[in-house]
T-cell receptor
C-alpha cells in the first residue's frame, strides 16, 4: 500500500517548456488535490477533483491544467512554464463522506529558469 | 472563499515549555480544522484535527481548541521536545472540498 505517489521528484524546466506532473493513490479515495508551496508560505490549492470525472479551480489555477484520468490518477500540466511557477508541488487525496483527512504525496520540486 | 491567518510566524521555546499557535478563519461555513507538521524537505503530516461540533480535542501532548463564535482555533503543545521543532500549518476545510492553509509557524525547541 504505497499511499499517494508523485513523479518526478525533481524537475528543471526552461521558460516556455511544458510538462506534466503525475499523481496516483491506491486508497480508493474520491477526492484528489494539487497544491503548490512557496518558501515561507503555506500550501495553496491549485485544482481539485471531488470525484472521478470532475475538476474544479482552487486559489491559484492560472497557468495550470489538470486531468482526472481515472479514480487513481490526477495529473497537473504546465503548458508554458514561467519562473513564477518555481515551487514544490504536492498532491493529496481524501476519502469520502465523513472522512476529512488528507494524505499527501512526497512532493515534486520544480525549478523554472 | 476562505482566508486563514496564522500567528506567530516563528516561535522559540525552551525544552519542556508549552507552545501555542493560533489561527483565525473568515468563513463560518468551514467545518473541519486540521493541523499539520512539516519537517524540512518532507510532506505535511496530520498531527491533530477538530470538527466544528467539538470545542476541544487532545492527543497526549497535543491539543486543539476551537472557538466558532470568534472563528479561531489554536494548537497547544505541552512539554515540548527538540523533535517537536518543525513548521506547523493550520488549515480550514471550506465548502466540504477546499482546504485553505495558514502561512505556517516555524517552531524551534531549544534543548
Amino acid at each position: 500500500n504505497a499511499g499517494v505517489t508523485q513523479t518526478p521528484k525533481f524537475q528543471v524546466l526552461k521558460t516556455g517548456q511544458s510538462m506534466t506532473l503525475q499523481c496516483a493513490q491506491d486508497m480508493n479515495h474520491n477526492s484528489m488535490y494539487w497544491y503548490r508551496q512557496d518558501p515561507g508560505m503555506g500550501l495553496r490549492l491549485i485544482y481539485y477533483s471531488a470525484s472521478e470525472g470532475t475538476t474544479d479551480k482552487g486559489e491559484v489555477p492560472n497557468g495550470y491544467n489538470v486531468s482526472r484520468l481515472n479514480k487513481r490518477e490526477f495529473s497537473l500540466r504546465l503548458e508554458s512554464a514561467a519562473p513564477s511557477q518555481t515551487s514544490v508541488y504536492f498532491c493529496a487525496s481524501r476519502g469520502t463522506g465523513k472522512t476529512y483527512e488528507q494524505y499527501f504525496g512526497p512532493g515534486t520540486r520544480l525549478t523554472v529558469t | 472563499g476562505e482566508n486563514v491567518e496564522q500567528h506567530p510566524s516563528t516561535l522559540s521555546v525552551q525544552e519542556g515549555d508549552s507552545a501555542v499557535i493560533k489561527c483565525t478563519y473568515s468563513d463560518s461555513a468551514s467545518n473541519y480544522f486540521p493541523w499539520y507538521k512539516q519537517e524540512l524537505g518532507k510532506r505535511p503530516q496530520l498531527i491533530i484535527d477538530i470538527r466544528s461540533n467539538v470545542g476541544e480535542k487532545k492527543d497526549q501532548r497535543i491539543a486543539v481548541t476551537l472557538n466558532k463564535t470568534a472563528k479561531h482555533f489554536s494548537l497547544h503543545i505541552t512539554e515540548t521536545q527538540p523533535e517537536d521543532s518543525a513548521v506547523y500549518f493550520c488549515a480550514a476545510l471550506y465548502n466540504f472540498n477546499k482546504f485553505y492553509f495558514g502561512s505556517g509557524t516555524k517552531l524551534n525547541v531549544k534543548p
